[in-house]
Nanobody, 124 residues
């Protein structure tokens, strides 16, 4: 499974971005999808995920109420809608997939498939 993120860029504080995670040849509805980010000098952290079983979602406290993860089945993508962005959200954002979960988790280790990442930069 090869994942490709898109939608990153430069945005001012308070602005919004929508990231997408896509693939070809496989149905992302069969996978739990996690969104992660890694800022310079920091560990990669899980911020949002969506299950394959019932599309349940989980969020890290730092993004709860600002970010929304969902599926666009027609496009075979998973999106991360990011609102009220602030400079602390600046990082490389990754999507990851796992085919064996019932739910989903915000930990790096269980995910087998990763995208190459997309840069999000929030200016103050």
């Amino acid at each position: 499974l090869q994942l490709v993120e898109s939608g990153g860029g430069l945005v001012q504080s308070g602005g919004s971005l929508r990231l997408s995670c896509g693939t070809s040849g496989s149905n992302l509805n069969d996978y739990a999808i996690g969104w992660f980010r890694q800022a310079p000098g920091k560990e990669r952290e899980g911020i949002a995920c969506i299950s394959s079983s019932d599309n349940s979602t989980w969020y890290h406290d730092s993004v709860k109420g600002r970010f929304t993860v969902g599926r666009d089945s027609a496009k075979n993508t998973v999106y991360l809608e990011m609102n009220s962005l602030n400079p602390e959200d600046t990082a490389v954002y990754y999507c990851a997939a796992e085919g064996l979960f019932v739910g989903c988790v915000l930990y790096v280790s269980p995910y087998d498939y990763w995208g190459q990442g997309t840069q999000v930069t929030v200016s103050s």
